[in-house]
């Protein structure tokens, strides 16, 4: 098949990009760099180009004829997102829309879509499921719960068939050791701790010992980014199959505390990390962990790389290898 991904230079969709490729499909990448790195798309076509400007999705349809839609480039900070929700309602809910349009011009009917854990809000009980309550306690889940919506819309009028893949807390790294995770302000937890480990970072600092859990830590559910990209493919055989519009949550269903992703990052990597205990960040739910039972069974997803360690293994892999470029660059 023709896949579009749109956001392929990123994190996840650089990733996806090497999973469809590997299943022999053809790749059309449109990124506009804003985040993502030009070098993390290994192969297939690639297009800079901004989800705003109508004249240049025109042209991708128009000349590639994509048989399918992935959509990852969205703005991702919570924070950010609080102060500056005009940017992520234009950049994830508007820019959306225009490539939803050009998807209808085009009679393009499959989307898969990166919706997120974020559309849940504080749990009412976890693991949580697809029947949980949406409660998004900020703009960028709400950004994308109104994404939702819209997509179960158009299924209904426009028979435009998607699958919204919630994503617990995306982590690690290409197992090859190609790609991985390279944000810029780096936010997330696993990134961090791996930085301070390996001295391009002076300490981590835990948001909050005093939580309900058994260390008193947050517990959160990491997927591996294998594990994530995998769950988009099956999402395209199923839609390619006849498979109805739905909305899964993609998670390891085990979940980790930071103390515990601590613990696994020292072992892995053998080096101290200096750790600084600091007041809970806002908006932190204590558990935050997926039911995944659903995926499994519609979507017929078998994720491999369940275990911590290797998800950190992976990851720690990805940094040595950052590490060893920007040595070369400084020297
Ligand atoms: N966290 C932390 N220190 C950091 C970054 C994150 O203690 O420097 C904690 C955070 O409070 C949460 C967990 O690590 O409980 C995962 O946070 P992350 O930002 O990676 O993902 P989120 O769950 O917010 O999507």
Redesign the pocket.
């Known amino acids: 098949m023709k896949v579009l991904v749109v956001g392929g230079a990123g994190y996840i969709g650089s990733h996806m990009v090497k999973m469809l490729l590997n299943a022999n499909h053809q790749v059309i990448t449109l990124d506009n760099l804003s985040s993502g790195h030009r070098d993390a798309v290994i192969g297939g076509v690639f297009v800079e180009g901004d989800l705003a400007d109508n004249d240049c999705l025109y042209r991708v349809f128009e000349e590639h004829k994509p048989d399918a839609v992935m959509h990852f480039a969205s703005f991702i900070q919570?924070g950010e997102s609080v102060r500056k929700p005009d940017i992520y309602y234009r950049n994830n809910v508007t820019n959306t829309l225009n490539l939803l349009d050009i998807m209808l011009k085009f009679n393009v009917k499959k989307f898969i879509f990166s919706s997120t854990a974020a559309v849940f809000g504080e749990p009412d009980y976890v693991p949580i499921d697809e029947a949980h309550p949406n409660r998004p306690l900020n703009p960028y889940g709400r950004s994308k719960l109104m994404i939702e919506h819209v997509l179960a819309d158009y299924a209904k009028a426009f028979d435009l068939r998607s699958v919204c893949l919630r994503y617990f807390?995306a982590a690690g790294a290409d197992p090859e050791g190609q790609l991985g995770e390279r944000h810029d302000p780096e936010?997330?937890?696993i990134p961090?701790i791996l930085q301070a480990a390996s001295g391009r970072r002076e300490n981590?600092?835990?948001?909050g010992r005093d939580y309900d859990t058994p260390d008193g830590t947050?517990i959160?559910d990491y997927i591996h980014i294998v594990d994530l990209c995998s769950a988009h493919l099956a999402a395209l055989d199923y839609l390619v199959n006849g498979g109805e519009s739905d909305r899964f949550n993609l998670g390891n269903g085990s979940g980790f505390s930071?103390q515990e992703v601590l613990d696994a990052v020292q072992k892995v990597s053998g080096k101290q990390v200096k750790v600084i205990d600091g007041p809970r960040?806002d908006g932190?739910p204590a558990r935050?962990v997926a039911d995944a039972k659903r995926a499994r069974s519609v979507l017929n997803w078998k994720p491999v790389f369940t275990d911590l360690e290797t998800i950190v293994k992976h990851a720690w892999q990805w940094e040595i290898k950052c590490l060893d470029r920007a040595s070369k660059v400084s020297a």
């Open positions: 919570v807390n936010t997330h937890l961090l981590i600092q835990v948001f947050c959160r930071v960040r932190d935050l």
